[in-house]
């Protein structure tokens, strides 16, 4: 299992950024997919989670309505569409994936909102 994320970035606040995660080792068709985060000195919490087939999306209460998750099933691909962001956005991302009872996780891709 392979999980590689992109797209993180410098960004000044109420700015955007587009992760991506690529995916390849696992029936990805069949799993839910989440992204996470980790900012400094914190614990690492949980961001957005979207179904196997996209069709429900879930979010962290500070997120919603600023971030979508979103999912290319034929490209393997998992997308986290981040608006007016925020300091307190700032962190490293996560893609995450649990299948055959192990949870995966990527390398993460930093995200700091700074003017």
């Known amino acids: 299992v392979q999980l590689v994320e992109s797209g993180g970035g410098l960004v000044q606040p109420g700015g955007s950024l587009r992760l991506s995660c690529a995916a390849s080792g696992f029936t990805f068709i069949a799993c839910d997919m989440r992204w996470y985060r980790q900012a400094p000195g914190k614990g690492r919490e949980f961001v957005a989670r979207?179904?196997?087939?996209?069709?429900?999306?879930y979010y962290l209460d500070s997120v919603k309505g600023r971030f979508t998750i979103s999912r290319d099933n034929a490209k393997k691909m998992v997308y986290l569409q981040m608006n007016s962001l925020k300091r307190e956005d700032t962190a490293v991302y996560y893609c995450?994936?649990?299948?055959?009872?192990?949870?995966?996780w990527g390398q993460g891709t930093q995200v700091t909102v700074s003017s």
């Open positions: 995450n994936t649990f299948t055959n009872g192990i949870n995966y």
């Open positions: 979207i179904s196997d087939t996209g069709g429900s999306t």
